[in-house]
């Protein structure tokens, strides 16, 4: 119990998909017709109870709900509020959950609500759609069905949702002329019903998340932030105001003055914004103090959080709580499960259900419980992974040391090498190629399984894989692709290919966390200095050359990407990480390179996702980011071409740093924009090689050869056609293969069209 003088812990959500992913799979099968509404229903609730237990268990004061969600949190508060887009013709007040989820995936009629990612993280979620119309009449009333469920549970409850100018921000609007500030006062009025309601079940507080305080706001919205409190307070629970992702230093008077119960601060992201807070915070005010890492899979370390809390538990006292930096959702739900971890790595993370445990001791030893003996074993866990030597490489620190500041720079400038490389590969003009991956059949699947659970011998998959290449080598060749690929089939991801065989990465069996809806990722853990024992496509590239006299393009995946998708090493600064990943990958591209690979793509999807969520900060992290790219692509002489590529982006306000990157040849996905993006491309007057994607892979819908000529043509307008590349936005590999070879050939015969008319 805690008494009333003493510091309050809580989290501000938690993972909902289930340590198993239950979440997923009755889902999944709720939309196959598998299992009744009533069934996943109760799938739901039987996570969210367990949840709430362990929260329970661990001595927090408050159990979060609202958290949840059947498919993304802004999709429910879209669904509670009652602004559903009007053309999907739904009653949000009988919404069922059949039609929560049309929202979500589409229908036959109606494509879903647009997707996005939830500020600088991987999870996406459904973009509102509002527009002047739009109302806010109330929805559905699950929000208040899982406050009671909580209640009869016997928890103290502290109810969760997005604030209404976080919930604003991230809706789109299309219509011209309209500033979405002006929903506000009908919003507010909306949030002031539910807030009543709330009280009215004797709800004490609840946690509002306005995240897009980190950001660098226009001050209009700024200047929302009073009025709207202004407006929520006093009118039932006690509001907790959350920031999280980054510093909200800049606006510590506005949260001080703000008429709400209290601020939740991320320390992790910016530890350095509390002293502006302590200096100023008004007594009676609570100011939650995030400062167990919410985005990653860390064991915090407790003495050292201890230490820089004494200064604000002395002058807050029963005033600080303390929690999780953001939400948990972020994060896997259980280390316990993890079986294959070593006990050494183990012992250096914590899962969402270890959070819990470490705020629960932190709340201890604030309230002056003895927790010596958690405190001890933490610091010795903090101490070895401090200093053990499956962590820290003297070699990769020497080698980095001794870099040549030219490292990161070819040979010669772009037309020099443009020049070697015309003369080497002599290559038609619109060269035509693929971005790597063709589709992974059930076949190729269940070959890499067998092989993992060692139900297939080494020399019995390796036959499988070089059939499977020289099929698709094969293919290439008769359709006539003049830069052909080697398939990717031995790849299950683009990321743990590579982790797997670089020293320093760990994987987990059950580390999933949720990308959005049903899918979830299981990033691999990145714990120690980066290395690479051993070429890791050396020998699959040069089977696939064997196969063909065309230039074979090997494929890489670059290191701001891998960086992007790990759980990363927060004991160095990312862009160290980023370099030693950088030179892993440069001598796999050098040995590529002599291997007789005279063309190497080194993809880069996630390089825009990993820009600062403060635009005055860009800068410094294009900069490493850059850098890290050119380390991995310097090592070759001027007549081998580098690639890139990059997809699911808009680029055009890093067009520059992008250029920077000095690939030979760049390919993006265009195709869905309608050359759109290339269109700035081509007013910065792009220096390099560039494939703009003529069709969409996203769907198996096969484009007509009018469709992708009028592409060409449009792609013709921007680029000079010495620098075009003929190409599809992305990879193949959920594609089927009658569609697949559809569409390519009529990539072929367009680009043929294209040529004559040259
Ligand atoms: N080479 C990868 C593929 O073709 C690229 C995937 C990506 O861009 N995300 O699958
Ligand atoms: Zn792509």
Excluded at 45 to 73: N, P, S
Excluded at 212 to 241: C, D, H, M, N, R
Excluded at 593 to 622: C, M, T, V
Excluded at 717 to 739: H, M, Q, S, Y
């Amino acid at each position: 119990m805690t008494a009333t003088h003493d510091v309050k812990a809580h989290i501000l959500g938690f993972p909902r998909i289930g340590a198993q992913r239950e979440l997923k799979f009755a889902t999944e099968k709720f939309w196959r017709g598998e299992v009744t509404e009533a069934e996943l229903v109760n799938v739901g609730q039987t996570l969210r109870r367990r949840h709430w237990a362990w929260q329970a268990e661990a001595g927090l004061d408050f159990v979060a709900v609202g958290d949840f969600a059947w498919y993304d949190q802004i999709l429910s508060a879209t669904a509670l509020l009652g602004c559903l887009p009007a053309r999907f013709g739904f009653d949000a007040k009988r919404l069922t959950l059949a039609q929560y989820f049309e929202l979500g995936r589409g229908n036959t009629a109606q494509p879903a609500q647009e997707m996005t990612k939830y500020f600088d993280t991987n999870y996406h979620y459904m973009v509102p759609e509002l527009s002047s119309e739009t109302t806010f009449d109330g929805g559905v009333e699950w929000f208040f069905h899982e406050i009671e469920d909580a209640q009869t549970q016997g928890h103290s409850v502290k109810a969760v949702l997005p604030g209404p100018l976080t919930f604003l921000w991230l809706a789109k609007s299309k219509q011209h002329g309209y500033n979405k500030l002006d929903l506000l006062p009908k919003l507010l009025a909306r949030y002031t019903r539910i807030l009543e309601k709330l009280a009215a079940k004797g709800v004490s507080h609840i946690q509002l998340d306005e995240p897009i305080l980190g950001l660098e706001l226009p001050s209009e919205w700024i200047a929302a932030f009073a009025p709207t409190y202004q407006v929520l307070a006093g009118k039932g629970p006690k509001v907790l105001l959350a920031s999280y992702f980054d510093s909200v230093e800049t606006h510590a008077q506005l949260l001080a003055d703000l008429p709400v119960a209290g601020v939740h601060l991320d320390l992790i992201r910016a530890l350095e914004q509390l002293p502006a807070f302590i200096a100023i915070w008004p007594k009676n005010k609570v100011l939650s103090l995030g400062v167990v890492d919410g985005r990653n899979i860390w064991a915090a370390d407790l003495n050292k959080v201890l230490a820089s809390l004494q200064k604000a538990h002395s002058s807050l006292g029963q005033y600080l709580w303390i929690a999780p930096s953001c939400s948990l959702l972020h994060t896997p739900v259980d280390l316990a499960q993890e079986v294959l971890l070593d006990a050494e790595l183990k012992s250096w993370l914590a899962f969402a259900k270890q959070k819990l445990a470490e705020i629960s001791v932190l709340k201890r030893a604030l309230n002056g419980v003895n927790v010596a003996e958690e405190l001890a074993l933490n610091a010795a866990v903090q101490a070895n992974r401090r200093t053990s030597t499956r962590i820290h490489n003297p070699a990769v620190a020497a080698r980095l040391a001794q870099l040549p500041s030219n490292a990161d720079q070819r040979v010669s400038p772009f037309t020099v090498r443009q020049a070697a490389q015309r003369a080497r590969f002599n290559l038609p003009l619109l060269p035509t190629t693929t971005i790597g991956s063709f589709p992974q059949t059930s076949e190729i699947r269940a070959a890499r399984a067998a092989f993992k659970q060692g139900k297939l011998s080494t020399v019995d998959y390796d036959a499988a894989m070089k059939a499977e290449i020289a099929l698709v080598v094969n293919k290439q060749v008769e359709l006539g692709i003049d830069v052909p690929v080697h398939g990717e089939a031995e790849r299950n991801d683009m990321v743990e290919y590579f982790g797997e065989q670089l020293a320093g990465f760990a994987f987990t069996q059950l580390g999933w966390v949720q990308s959005y809806g049903s899918r979830c990722v299981k990033p691999p853990v990145l714990f120690g200095d980066v290395s690479r024992p051993a070429p890791m496509t050396v020998a699959w590239s040069s089977y696939a050359q064997s196969l063909t006299t065309k230039p074979m393009k090997g494929m890489l995946t670059g290191p701001v990407t891998i960086l992007q998708w790990s759980f990363v090493r927060d004991d160095q600064a990312r862009s160290l990480t980023c370099q030693q990943i950088a030179l892993a990958i440069r001598d796999e591209v050098v040995d590529l390179e002599n291997a007789g690979i005279g063309i190497i793509q080194i993809d880069e999807p996630a390089f825009r996702e990993g820009l600062p969520l403060k635009q005055s900060q860009w800068a410094a992290y294009l900069a490493w980011a850059g850098e890290s790219f050119r380390i991995s692509a310097s090592g070759v002489a001027n007549d081998t071409q580098i690639h890139t590529h990059m997809c699911y982006s808009e680029f055009n306000d890093i067009l520059p740093e992008i250029a920077a990157m000095d690939a030979d040849v760049i390919t993006i996905e265009t195709s869905r924009s309608d050359m759109e993006l290339l269109e700035a491309f081509g007013e910065f007057k792009y220096p390099n090689e560039i494939g703009p994607g003529v069709y969409d892979i996203h769907s198996p819908r096969v484009p007509k050869i009018e469709e992708m000529l009028r592409l060409i043509a449009k792609a013709l307008d921007v680029v000079p056609a010495d620098r075009l590349w003929i190409n599809p936005d992305c990879g193949l590999k959920t594609r089927a293969w009658p569609e697949t070879e559809a569409a390519l050939v009529n990539m072929l015969a367009a680009t043929q069209t294209a040529r004559t008319a040259l």
